[in-house]
């Protein structure tokens, strides 16, 4: 598996928007995360460029407009996904260890996700890889 998208409610009001993210009411697991994070990227910067071999990431943008590109490293099969705070609804994206994978930002200004884990990182496990190229 690639990755699996995990979809939300998107409520919107004249001042914003709120879509929740982690809450014990939802069935899809695991939800118990012990470690997330948020990552800024400035305009026309990228951020990872790389895989684990045993972290699982779920991933959510909080700002601006961001293209997710991942590849298997086993399979080479590979996929892009168009993340906005724009957009209709509001995506989860699960990443399972040996998916390469680059955020890219293409908004002219900041773009920001959050990140889950269960587990902080933990030393060797981030191997850097050509995602695109």
């Not at 919107?12 to 069935?27: A, F, I, N």
């Not at 957009?87 to 994978?101: E, F, M, Q, R, W």
């Not at 773009?111 to 496990?125: H, I, L, Q, R």
Request: charged share 30%; hydrophobic share 35%; with cysteine.
């Amino acid at each position: 598996m690639l990755f699996k998208e995990i979809h939300r409610e998107k409520l919107q009001r004249e001042d914003g928007w709120l879509s929740e993210l982690v809450s014990m009411k939802y069935s899809d697991l695991p939800f118990n995360c012990l470690h997330s994070y948020l990552v800024c990227i400035k305009k026309g910067k990228t951020r990872a460029n790389h895989y684990h071999l045993e972290k699982e990431e779920w991933m959510a943008i909080t700002s601006g407009k961001i293209d997710l590109s991942l590849k298997d490293i086993k399979t080479k099969e590979g996929a892009t996904i168009h993340l906005d705070t724009k957009s209709k609804d509001y995506k989860i994206i699960y990443i399972p260890p040996l998916v390469a994978h680059i955020l890219v930002n293409v908004e002219d200004g900041e773009s920001s996700a959050v990140v889950f884990s269960k587990a902080p990182e933990k030393a060797g496990d981030t191997t850097p890889y050509e995602v695109r190229g």
